[in-house]
């Protein structure tokens, strides 16, 4: 079992950055991709990144050139670098794990474990 517990999240203006982290316990998270999600009021959870064992990162379209994301295995921990926020970022953040696979990364579906969420709210 992995634990992963959110933090960093806030209210921040239009083109402010926001750093969040992720810390996992109960197992290294080394061996397996992390990925980040979000869903907001009414959507359903979207995918928005993610870093494989060899780090390897993708990024959802509406993103890319703003966030990144990255890891360090010493420290069990996972991050996103939010830059130049968007009122439409505005959602619930989770970090994700999971085993590799070749299951689709988009369906949040396909991800093992989940943090509890940190909300991130970007005002025009």
């Known amino acids: 079992q992995v634990q992963l517990i959110e933090s960093g999240g806030g209210l921040v203006q239009a083109g402010d950055s926001l750093r969040l982290s992720c810390a996992a316990s109960?197992?290294?998270?080394?061996?397996?991709?992390m990925g980040w999600f979000r869903q907001a009021p009414g959507k359903e959870r979207e995918f928005v990144a993610r870093?494989?064992?060899?780090?390897?990162?993708f990024y959802t379209d509406s993103v890319k050139g703003r966030f990144t994301i990255s890891r360090d295995n010493a420290k069990n921990t996972l991050s996103l670098q939010m830059n130049s926020l968007k009122p439409e970022d505005t959602a619930v953040y989770y970090c994700a794990a999971r085993p590799p696979t070749a299951a689709s990364q988009y369906n949040y579906r396909n991800w093992n474990y989940w943090g509890q969420g940190t909300q991130v709210t970007v005002s025009s």
């Open positions: 109960g197992r290294a998270i080394s061996s397996m991709t």
């Open positions: 870093i494989t064992i060899g780090r390897n990162t």
